[in-house]
T-cell receptor, first 115, second 109 residues
Framework: GAVVSQHPSRVICKSGTSVKIECRSLDFQATTMFWYRQFPKKSLMLMATSNEGSKATYEQGVEKDKFLINHASLTLSTLTVTSAHPEDSSFYIC???????????FGPGTRLTVL | RKEVEQDPGPFNVPEGATVAFNCTYSNSASQSFFWYRQDCRKEPKLLMSVYSSGNEDGRFTAQLNRASQYISLLIRDSKLSDSATYLCVVNMAGFKTIFGAGTRLFVKA
């Protein structure tokens, strides 16, 4: 199956710093990438949808200036959490989808802890 | 009403039991449906797609009823390794994907 990688897998940072998370589709071109956040024992919450070369579409309640998404190529999307606060601590998961399939392929996730 | 609703769980069953999960969705324009499995602190992984004609993969059977906007997953002969959270997933037009809150399954020896 298709492979999606995320980096880093785990990050601990101080409050006020910015953290960048990368999501890569390794063996296919992802026309659409999704960013999700998951709190403990909760379901995945879609944060934003990004299509290569265009601005991301953010879900209601997600601050676009705080969660910067860049989808510069068909294999790479980045999520930058700006001025991180402890309440941003969560599990962030990306997924990628090619135009040929309905299935989404998930990255392994990034666990962010903000002190 | 939530766009995708699942049985609250958790389900605690002995090995060998048959267990069924239900899911309902509110948007009749929903286009495709899936069951994903998520292990603790891991990313979700596709278990199976769900078709109107029903589909089976080994011990797993998925059913879709578009008229009732209802999806089900049946697991026969449960194994310890089936313990996980099962997510009902609905794709809408415009590539929007909605995840259910998940149902936790614990299979005990």
């Amino acid at each position: 199956g298709a492979v999606v990688s995320q980096h880093p897998s785990r990050v601990i940072c101080k409050s006020g710093t910015s953290v960048k998370i990368e999501c890569r589709s390794l063996d296919f071109q992802a026309t659409t990438m999704f960013w999700y956040r998951q709190f403990p024992k909760k379901s995945l919450m879609l944060m934003a949808t990004s299509n290569e070369g265009s601005k991301a579409t953010y879900e209601q309640g997600v601050e676009k200036d705080k969660f910067l998404i860049n989808h510069a190529s068909l294999t790479l999307s980045t999520l930058t959490v700006t001025s991180a606060h402890p309440e941003d601590s969560s599990f962030y998961i990306c997924s990628a989808r090619s135009g040929d399939y309905n299935e989404q392929f998930f990255g392994p996730g990034t666990r962010l802890t903000v002190l | 009403r939530k766009e995708v609703e699942q049985d609250p769980g958790p389900f605690n069953v002995p090995e060998g039991a048959t267990v069924a999960f239900n899911c309902t969705y509110s948007n009749s324009a929903s286009q495709s449906f899936f069951w994903y499995r998520q292990d603790c602190r891991k990313e979700p992984k596709l278990l199976m797609s769900v078709y109107s004609s029903g589909n089976e993969d080994g011990r797993f059977t998925a059913q879709l009823n578009r008229a009732s906007q209802y999806i089900s997953l049946l697991i026969r002969d449960s194994k310890l390794s089936d313990s996980a959270t099962y997510l009902c997933v609905v794709n809408m037009a415009g590539f929007k994907t909605i995840f259910g809150a998940g149902t936790r399954l614990f299979v005990k020896a």
